[in-house]
């Protein structure tokens, strides 16, 4: 008799809502074998290295068994990786030499040639010729110093800090250089400078990968516009990247087996990103390739990117702009997004603020696209502030996540309980557009 009552409830509620019903456990079990797979290839996923097909086959595979049918898009991008600390030496070696990103290979020696801030041609005369030029940092991009240094035949080139900045610094060249640049703190540029000659070594590897984007997409009882989700699945060169962007990856993961069970009413697709840390490459590619109807087809697109941070707060991207800061409003509808987070966040007493459209993770092409577009975020590099512990707890003064972009974004690095809100609400304002008449 109960077996035939149970039977009968779900055929007659086949579709009933799914609602706050991710299992955080079931997310810890992803993380783990994300964690498990960057140990046994070298101790990341970044995309165009055996870490991220491995992670990519983890998701394609748990999805097959969900029922889905899996898309994995292929896109091709430009692959670099330093292998080889740079080396930059007068009479001593210099401390805290940073390879540029896209910087070329080579060990050269030549007698250093300042050239104020590279940002002009002339600035590298004709002393420059096989000189090991130095440019201070600022005023134009990497790019153009490089290729102005590289035109004047320049051996090398050394970038150093701007005055008043501490240490080195990162940066990219965004096209692939020949030239080897280095940076360095403002100190050891005029330092270098005072050398009769310095020898520069860098051994990197930059050439055309194809890597991959994976898409599933559930089946619905009603047709309509489709709601997207979609997290990175690619870590940075330097480390596992768990709660960046394990933790997304994770949730969604999750999410879309628990989906699978069910028929929402509308469509959900669901969207594993490559390569966003090289320049949100593959979401890029993904939008680029959408046809105008195709386009119009998405009612909205959710990112998750950075959902367990250890020292977290909970951000929600600004869609109405009511925050009146940076970007202007999202495209129509990510008010919607952001209303649906924020009531989820404030029915479980939790706090929330709104965050600006930067640009820098998945959601960007979207909403360059005209896409409504929404998300969370826990914080990355930046510090907490004195107002934030206040209202979230944990340490002032420190970074939300002290382990962004380093080797130590492992399993410990991310904050469970954080996790299990951010990917409830994720399961909460999806299932609301899946699920629109609830
Ligand atoms: N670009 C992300 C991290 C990141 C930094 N700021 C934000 C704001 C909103 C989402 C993500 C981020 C990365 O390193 O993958
Ligand atoms: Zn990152
Ligand atoms: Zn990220």
Same mark, same amino acid.
């Given at each position: 008799?109960?077996?035939?009552?149970?039977?009968?409830?779900?055929?007659?509620?086949?579709d009933?809502?799914?609602?706050?019903?991710?299992?955080?456990?079931?997310v810890?079990?992803?993380?783990?074998?994300?964690?498990?797979?960057a140990?046994?290839?070298?101790?990341?996923?970044?995309?165009?290295l055996?870490?991220?097909?491995?992670?990519?086959?983890?998701?394609a595979?748990?999805?097959?068994?969900?029922?889905?049918?899996?898309?994995?898009?292929?896109?091709?991008?430009?692959?670099?990786?330093?292998?080889?600390?740079?080396?930059?030496?007068?009479?001593?070696?210099?401390?805290?030499?940073?390879?540029?990103?896209?910087?070329?290979?080579?060990?050269?020696? %030549? !007698?250093p *040639?300042?050239?104020?801030? #590279?940002?002009?041609?002339?600035?590298?005369? +004709?002393?420059? $010729? &096989?000189?090991?030029?130095?440019?201070?940092?600022?005023?134009?991009?990497f790019?153009?110093?490089?290729?102005?240094?590289?035109?004047?035949?320049?051996?090398?080139?050394?970038?150093?800090?701007?005055?008043?900045?501490?240490?080195?610094?990162k940066?990219?060249?965004v096209v692939?250089?020949?030239?080897?640049v280095v940076?360095?703190?403002?100190?050891? %540029? !005029?330092q *270098?400078?005072?050398?009769? #000659?310095?020898?520069?070594?860098?051994?990197? +590897?930059?050439? $055309? &990968?194809?890597?991959?984007?994976?898409?599933?997409?559930?089946?619905?009882?009603?047709?309509?516009?489709?709601?997207?989700?979609?997290?990175h699945?690619?870590?940075?060169?330097?480390?596992?990247?768990?709660?960046?962007?394990?933790?997304?990856?994770?949730?969604?993961?999750?999410?879309?087996?628990?989906?699978?069970?069910?028929?929402?009413?509308r469509p959900? !697709?669901f969207?594993?990103?490559g390569?966003?840390?090289?320049g949100?490459?593959?979401?890029?590619h993904?939008v680029?390739?959408?046809?105008?109807?195709?386009?119009?087809?998405?009612?909205?697109?959710?990112n998750?990117?950075?959902?367990?941070?250890?020292?977290h707060?909970?951000?929600?991207?600004?869609?109405?702009?009511?925050?009146?800061?940076?970007?202007?409003?999202?495209?129509p509808?990510?008010?919607?997004?952001?209303?649906?987070?924020?009531?989820?966040?404030?029915?479980r007493?939790?706090?929330?603020?709104?965050?600006?459209?930067?640009?820098?993770?998945?959601?960007?092409?979207?909403?360059?696209?005209?896409?409504?577009?929404?998300?969370?975020?826990?914080?990355?590099?930046?510090?907490?502030?004195?107002?934030?512990?206040?209202?979230?707890?944990?340490?002032?003064?420190?970074?939300?996540?002290?382990?962004?972009?380093?080797?130590?974004?492992?399993?410990?690095?991310v904050?469970?309980?954080?996790?299990?809100?951010?990917?409830?609400?994720m399961?909460?304002?999806?299932?609301?557009?899946?699920?629109?008449?609830?």
């Amino acid at each position: 008799m109960l077996t035939h009552a149970l039977l009968l409830l779900t055929l007659v509620a086949p579709d009933a809502r799914l609602i706050d019903t991710i299992s955080v456990d079931a997310v810890m079990g992803h993380l783990r074998a994300f964690q498990s797979i960057a140990d046994r290839h070298g101790g990341n996923r970044a995309a165009g290295l055996p870490g991220y097909d491995a992670s990519a086959d983890y998701v394609a595979a748990r999805l097959r068994e969900a029922g889905y049918t899996v898309e994995l898009q292929p896109f091709t991008f430009e692959f670099f990786r330093e292998i080889r600390p740079a080396l930059l030496k007068g009479r001593r070696a210099f401390k805290g030499v940073t390879t540029l990103r896209f910087s070329g290979s080579g060990d050269v020696t %030549g !007698r250093p *040639v300042g050239a104020g801030d #590279g940002c002009q041609a002339a600035d590298f005369g +004709r002393a420059a $010729r &096989r000189a090991v030029g130095v440019v201070s940092r600022g005023s134009c991009s990497f790019r153009v110093k490089a290729e102005h240094a590289a035109r004047a035949g320049v051996a090398a080139l050394v970038v150093a800090n701007q005055r008043g900045e501490q240490g080195t610094f990162k940066g990219s060249l965004v096209v692939p250089q020949r030239l080897p640049v280095v940076g360095v703190s403002h100190e050891a %540029g !005029r330092q *270098v400078l005072r050398q009769g #000659g310095v020898r520069v070594v860098t051994r990197t +590897r930059t050439d $055309r &990968r194809t890597t991959r984007n994976v898409i599933a997409q559930t089946a619905a009882t009603s047709p309509g516009r489709v709601v997207m989700a979609g997290a990175h699945l690619d870590s940075v060169p330097e480390g596992p990247g768990i709660n960046d962007n394990a933790s997304g990856s994770a949730a969604l993961l999750e999410l879309a087996i628990r989906l699978g069970r069910t028929t929402p009413e509308r469509p959900v !697709r669901f969207a594993w990103w490559g390569a966003e840390e090289q320049g949100l490459i593959g979401s890029k590619h993904y939008v680029a390739r959408l046809s105008e109807r195709q386009r119009e087809r998405i009612e909205v697109y959710l990112n998750f990117d950075m959902i367990g941070s250890p020292n977290h707060t909970y951000a929600i991207f600004d869609g109405d702009d009511s925050d009146k800061k940076g970007a202007k409003a999202g495209p129509p509808g990510s008010a919607r997004a952001e209303r649906y987070f924020q009531r989820y966040f404030d029915a479980r007493g939790l706090p929330h603020h709104g965050t600006d459209f930067k640009g820098n993770s998945d959601y960007d092409p979207f909403l360059k696209a005209g896409i409504a577009v929404g998300g969370l975020f826990t914080g990355a590099g930046d510090l907490k502030t004195a107002e934030e512990a206040r209202r979230y707890g944990g340490t002032a003064g420190r970074a939300k996540d002290p382990c962004y972009h380093e080797a130590c974004d492992k399993l410990a690095n991310v904050n469970e309980k954080v996790l299990e809100a951010t990917s409830n609400a994720m399961a909460h304002v999806v299932s609301k557009y899946a699920w629109p008449r609830t």
